[in-house]
């Protein structure tokens, strides 16, 4: 029994930049037999500049969360989980985590690029198929990903204001199923 004991515990669950523990609320995520045949987008393809960033365009915030929404993420107003940060994404294993916003005053194309930035989070997540949060592998530079400390919140933010493409892959993603 003793050795089962560990088993026991909850599992973690990984916040973008921290490991926290945490119990699980809701089943894990098993794809129905119609979404294992559909195909997902190929996450790892980098973006183009064919869709509107959020300089051209500060209105896809309101389609990103509209996808998400429709992807189950949860995204709530209130205080970011990681110190200094005004977004966190929580990501859960087995199942699409939650989008943390800290309510305060910026400019439509900055609350574009900070939604677009966790979303990103998202596709990595979904990338890792709900297990982890692996990179991408969309290109970044060395001093980027040493300046942000993991490859992860390099691609997020060098890549935030192509919220068009990142809308793209979300449209593409079939809605996860709660199992029973």
């Not at 026991?8 to 089943?27: A, M």
């Not at 996450?43 to 500049?49: A, E, F, I, K």
Request: charged letters at 20%; proline letters at 12%.
């Amino acid at each position: 029994m003793r050795r089962f004991l560990p088993l026991l515990f909850p599992l973690g669950v990984l916040l973008i930049g921290s490991w926290r523990l945490s119990v699980p609320s809701e089943p894990p995520v098993r794809p129905t037999q119609a979404q294992a045949q559909q195909p997902r987008p190929d996450y790892r393809q980098r973006p183009s500049g064919q869709f509107p960033s959020c300089e051209q365009d500060p209105g896809l915030d309101q389609q990103l969360l509209k996808e998400g929404a429709r992807l189950g993420i949860t995204v709530v107003a209130g205080e970011p989980e990681l110190p200094g940060k005004d977004a966190t994404y929580r990501a859960e294993p087995g199942r699409l985590g939650r989008i943390t916003l800290r309510q305060r005053p910026m400019s439509a194309a900055v609350r574009c690029m900070l939604i677009s930035h966790e979303f990103i989070h998202v596709l990595q997540h979904l990338q890792g198929d709900l297990r982890g949060v692996p990179p991408l592998g969309w290109p970044v530079p060395a001093e980027a990903v040493k300046r942000f400390g993991a490859v992860q919140e390099a691609e997020a933010y060098r890549y935030q204001n192509r919220a068009g493409y990142v809308l793209e892959l979300l449209r593409q993603t079939p809605r996860p199923q709660q199992s029973p």
